[in-house]
């Protein structure tokens, strides 16, 4: 029986800009499991960075809960508090800006641990931060520990952000988009390195990625959770994902994405949107928010409800999903273009 | 002028620039040859400062103050005269500028100006360019903005801020062909917009290129979009072309190890787990560039002749070059691993 580590019920998060309230998140609704790979993906504006903040305690939710091995962390007081604050870390997208320019490594990773007494003086936190480095392949050590970051280049940064992330060894992490601003090549040599971790320091990872071919390489053997404009629409195994999306959009995104592969990318059928805008957060349409450019729309339906993240009553495979006609149990028809 | 063949638009031969740095000249590109064909599209490939900017910037004679051309021509031709590029007086230059080379920078978003409408800067363009007839212009660039799939009654009125990041990259991309070029460069031309959004620019850029029959140089990181829109594709390590192909050559038959590593470290979405590996190291530093293959401290097949002398272009067929002393323990490899 998988065990939830982080749970989200009921999750609203809106944003004041000037007179309006832009609502960022809405019923969010999902747990993420003790030591399993998953990875939130969707396009810019869909919540997916919100949401890795909200799972790390760093923005509190409009409405809902958020538990942390069954606990609400908004009830967590004193030591609890802190407990939960060091066993949830999350890592920034921008390795350039994340980091201290003023601060060498070794400053920056005993830092934490002498702010959170997990050391024992000095020559403690030099030990641990020698350990950490070797942890992520920052190796020799000493080649790294004086080092500013202006003298590293984006994979080190990043590395040192994912150590500087493992000084108070969280339970949870949450990396958001930690390997986009780093170049193809050494992208898998830092992914790899992260679901090592999970292996080596039990230390279960939400992955946050615009990138499906990524996610599905992350987590393969995880789950993929698929967010449209501040919802999540579909979520389920990775290689169901992959293999038979059910939700309209996650369809027609695996469809747009070109492959690394000539023949197979120019061959790919890429399935029409209705429309190409993508709606305003503040101005979201009523019903489905994707009904405006979804090709299998049905009139009468699809415009009023708001469709629930569910199991769809005929499934072949064991996705939820958050679409009408899907759980009405009917069969997606494609509108004419 | 050498002739060139009449299909031939755009002939790079040994094109070496080398940026004067407080710390030492940076050798940003070496050797540098290759030929674009009418209606081409051509991707360059490789890491963050490998040098695919400066090759391109080099096209357009858009290099920074501190960069210096050490050798090489860059040869262009329109209707059966050949200019070299790099000779070019102002005048000259402003007028090939966009009329017959026109570039699409990185970060569209920020390229157009704020406070003007998109008809303003339209027009303001054909004026520098000699073009002064505002119904014409008005009817070119009305028609072009259909071409990207735009609604173009309204684009043309619309201030910048009106529109989405895909509707700006779009208009941009009109705007570059305005003058109707024969080359035009992109740079990084999907990168940071979503991925509905990245499928209609590649969409409509196929559409322009088959209507409009212009030649395209594209610098991209990403691989997917060269294997989707390159006819030939050329890699780009440490400022030097290494390997340079049809499309299916570098693909299928990559002889180059650094271009089959990049292909090996990117994930797919085929229903089967991928088997991926990332290059060691990083790329070197070009005030101080390795000795012989600038790619050897990178590679698994390295010898001592790789660290002693630098490989040159070879072809493997007619439309496929690479510079490998080991192309043969390349391709024993991947067939012991297939």
């Given amino acids: ?337 | 002028m050498p002739a060139l063949s009449p299909e031939t638009v755009l002939r790079v031969d040994d094109l070496s620039i080398v940026y004067r740095t407080d710390r030492g000249d940076v050798r940003a590109t070496n050797d540098v040859s290759f030929e674009l064909k009418r209606g081409e599209a051509m991707a360059l490939i490789g890491e963050s400062g490998s040098g695919k900017t400066t090759i391109s910037l080099a096209l357009i004679r858009k290099l920074p103050k501190n960069a210096v051309v050490t050798k090489g021509q860059i040869l262009y031709q329109r209707e059966n005269t050949v200019q070299d590029v790099l000779g070019l007086s102002r005048r000259q230059l402003q007028a090939f500028r966009w009329n017959d080379c026109a570039m699409v920078f990185q970060g569209a978003q920020n390229a157009f100006n704020p406070v003007l409408k998109i008809r303003k800067q339209f027009e303001d363009t054909a004026r520098a360019h000699g073009w002064t007839d505002k119904v014409a212009i008005r009817k070119r660039a009305l028609s072009l903005l259909e071409l990207v799939r735009l609604d173009p009654e309204r684009v043309y009125e619309s201030f910048p801020h009106e529109l989405s990041g895909g509707m700006k990259q779009r208009t941009l991309l009109a705007l570059g062909v305005l003058l109707s070029p024969q080359v035009v460069i992109l740079d990084e031309p999907t990168t940071a917009l979503d991925i509905l959004t990245q499928r209609a620019i590649i969409d409509v850029l196929n559409d322009m290129q088959r209507q409009l029959l212009f030649s395209i140089i594209f610098i991209s990181h990403d691989l997917s979009l060269a294997a989707e829109m390159a006819d030939t594709v050329a890699t780009v390590y440490a400022g030097e072309i290494v390997e340079i192909g049809a499309v299916d050559d570098i693909f299928y038959r990559s002889l180059h190890p650094y271009t089959y590593g990049l292909l090996t470290s990117v994930p797919t979405l085929e229903h089967a787990q991928d088997i991926l590996q990332s290059i060691p190291g990083s790329p070197p530093n070009l005030i101080a560039p390795p000795s012989g293959c600038k790619f050897h401290p990178r590679c698994s097949f390295a010898s001592e002749q790789c660290q002693a002398e630098s490989p040159q272009l070879q072809a493997e067929s007619a439309s496929h070059l690479a510079a490998c002393w080991h192309k043969d323990r390349l391709l024993a490899s991947r067939e012991e691993g297939a």
């Avoid at chain 1, 101005?283 to 979804?294: A, D, N, Q, T, V």
């Avoid at chain 1, 049905?298 to 499934?315: E, I, S, T, W, Y």
């Fill in chain 1, 1 to 337: 029986m998988p065990e939830p580590i982080i749970e989200l019920n009921g999750v609203y998060r809106s944003f004041k800009k000037g007179r309006e309230v832009v609502p960022v998140l809405q019923d969010i609704n999902f747990a993420v499991n003790k030591l399993e790979f998953l990875c939130l993906v969707g396009e810019s504006g869909c919540g997916k960075t919100t949401t890795g903040k909200i799972i790390c305690g760093l923005l509190p939710p409009s409405s809902g809960t958020i538990r942390f091995e069954g606990q609400d962390i908004a009830e967590l007081r004193g030591a609890d508090r802190r407990r939960h604050r060091r066993s949830v870390q999350i890592i920034h997208q921008d390795p350039y800006a994340s980091l201290n320019p003023t601060q060498t490594v070794k400053e920056m990773l005993s830092y934490p641990l002498l702010a959170h007494r997990l050391v024992k003086g000095r020559r403690g936190a030099e030990t641990r931060v020698n350990e950490l480095l070797e942890l992520v392949d920052l190796t020799p050590v000493e080649d790294f520990v004086e080092k500013y970051p202006h003298q590293l280049s984006g994979g080190q940064r990043q590395r040192v952000s994912i150590a500087r992330a493992l000084t108070t060894e969280p339970s949870v992490i949450v990396a958001d988009e930690s390997v986009s601003m780093v170049d193809v090549s050494i992208r898998i040599g830092l992914l790899q390195m992260m679901m090592d971790l999970r292996d080596r320091l039990d230390v279960t990872i939400v992955f946050i990625t615009h990138d499906l071919a990524l996610a599905k390489y992350f987590a393969w053997d995880g789950r993929i959770g698929v967010m449209y404009l501040g919802r999540l629409v579909e979520i389920g195994a990775t290689q169901q994902i992959i293999a038979a999306p059910q939700h309209p959009y996650t369809k027609v995104l695996l469809s747009a994405i070109p492959e690394p592969d000539p023949q197979k990318t120019r061959n790919k059928q890429h399935i029409k949107l209705r429309s190409e805008d993508i709606p305003r957060l503040t101005e979201l349409p009523p019903g489905c928010s994707f009904h405006p450019r979804c090709p299998w729309y049905v009139p009468g339906a699809c415009d009023v409800d708001v469709p629930q993240l569910a199991l769809p009553p005929q499934a072949m495979v064991d996705s939820e999903v958050a679409c009408i006609p899907l759980q009405r149990g009917d069969e997606l028809v494609l509108h004419d273009a």
